[in-house]
C-alpha cells in the first residue's frame, strides 16, 4: 500500500502530464503543422464574386479577399521560417465553401462569406474584412424602386447563402408574394435579368455595383436604395484550430493598423466610393492590441 506522500506526489505528477499534454496541445496547429511540411498553402475562392474575388482569363486568382489572403500566406511564411511557400487556388462556389474549409480541403476560404451564428456551427471566421447590406438589381425600365414593388415578380437569387434567407424574411415583413429563382453565381443572375427571365437578381450591394458598373449599358439597370441585410464578411477557417485563425487574424490586424489596407481597398473596392462610417468603425475596432 502507498504511502500518503507517495500517492500525493504521485497525482501531482499526473496533474503536471496533463497540463503538460494539454498546453503542447494547445499550441499545436495542424493546419501551420501540415503547411510547414508540405510548404503549401491552400486557398478557396469564388470565381463569380469580383471585386472579392475572381480568376482572370489566363488563370490568375484576383481580387480585395484574394489580395487579403494572399498577404496572410506570406505572414504564414515569415512565421513558420519557411524559404519559400507555394499557393494552391482553390475554385468554390456557395454550395460547397463552407464544407471545403471544414473538411481541410482548403485552409481558407477568400471570398464574400458573411459571418452568421448558423455557420458557426460548421466553421469559424476571421475578423471582418468588410461590411456590406443586400439589395436588389432590376431594370431600370421596370420602374421599381422599393421592395413593396417586387410583390409579384420573379427574383434571382444564389441558394444557400445569408442574402436568400434574409430576403424571404423582407418580402414577409411586407407581405409579398415573390417567386426566388436560384441560380448558380452573380454571372448567370444578372444574364437572366438581362434576358428578361427574372425581374431582379438579389445579392449583396457591392457585387451589384460590381456587376452593374461592368453592364454594357449600365443605366438600363438600377439597385433599390435600401438595404434588406446586414453583411459582415470574414474569411473563412477551421473551427479546431485556433493558432491558425491567431496567425489569420494577426496579419489582419497588422494590415488595418499599419494602414496597408488602404491601398488594398482603393484597389479594388475604392471605384465604387470611399469606405463608410461602418466601414472605417470596422477597421478600427479590429486593430486589436498585442
Excluded at 50 to 60: D, I, K, Q, V, Y
Excluded at 139 to 153: I, P, T
Amino acid at each position: 500500500m502507498l504511502r500518503r506522500r507517495d500517492v500525493f506526489t504521485r497525482a501531482c505528477a499526473a496533474a503536471c502530464l496533463c497540463f503538460a499534454a494539454l498546453a503542447s496541445a494547445a499550441e499545436t496547429s495542424h493546419t501551420l503543422d501540415r503547411i510547414k511540411t508540405d510548404a503549401v498553402i491552400r486557398l478557396g475562392y469564388r470565381s463569380g464574386a469580383a471585386p472579392f474575388s475572381f480568376r482572370e482569363h489566363n488563370g490568375t486568382v484576383r481580387g480585395y479577399s484574394v489580395e487579403l489572403c494572399t498577404r496572410i500566406a506570406a505572414a504564414v511564411q515569415k512565421r513558420l521560417g519557411l524559404p519559400s511557400l507555394k499557393t494552391e487556388w482553390v475554385a468554390l462556389d456557395a454550395d460547397n465553401r463552407l464544407d471545403a474549409v471544414a473538411s481541410g480541403r482548403v485552409d481558407i476560404e477568400c471570398g464574400t462569406t458573411t459571418i452568421s451564428l448558423s455557420r458557426y456551427e460548421k466553421v469559424d471566421f476571421s475578423l471582418p474584412i468588410f461590411i456590406d447590406g443586400g439589395s436588389v438589381l432590376v431594370s431600370a425600365a421596370s420602374k421599381v424602386g422599393r421592395f413593396a414593388d417586387l410583390d409579384g415578380k420573379k427574383i434571382a437569387v444564389i441558394p444557400g447563402t445569408t442574402t436568400e434567407s434574409a430576403i424571404k424574411r423582407q418580402f414577409a415583413v411586407f407581405g409579398a408574394k415573390v417567386q426566388l429563382s436560384p441560380v448558380r453565381d452573380s454571372v448567370e443572375g444578372i444574364r437572366m435579368l438581362n434576358q428578361g427571365k427574372v425581374d431582379g437578381f438579389a445579392s449583396d450591394r457591392i457585387v451589384l455595383i460590381a456587376l452593374r458598373s461592368t453592364a454594357a449599358d449600365p443605366e438600363k439597370l438600377s439597385i433599390l436604395d435600401s438595404d434588406f441585410s446586414f453583411e459582415p464578411y470574414a474569411l473563412v477557417v477551421r473551427r479546431d484550430d485556433p493558432d491558425f485563425r491567431l496567425a489569420v487574424n494577426r496579419a489582419l490586424v497588422e494590415l488595418y493598423r499599419s494602414g496597408e489596407i488602404d491601398p488594398i481597398f482603393h484597389r479594388w473596392l475604392g471605384g465604387f466610393g470611399q469606405p463608410g462610417p461602418l466601414l472605417n468603425a470596422m477597421f478600427y475596432l479590429s486593430t486589436l492590441p498585442e
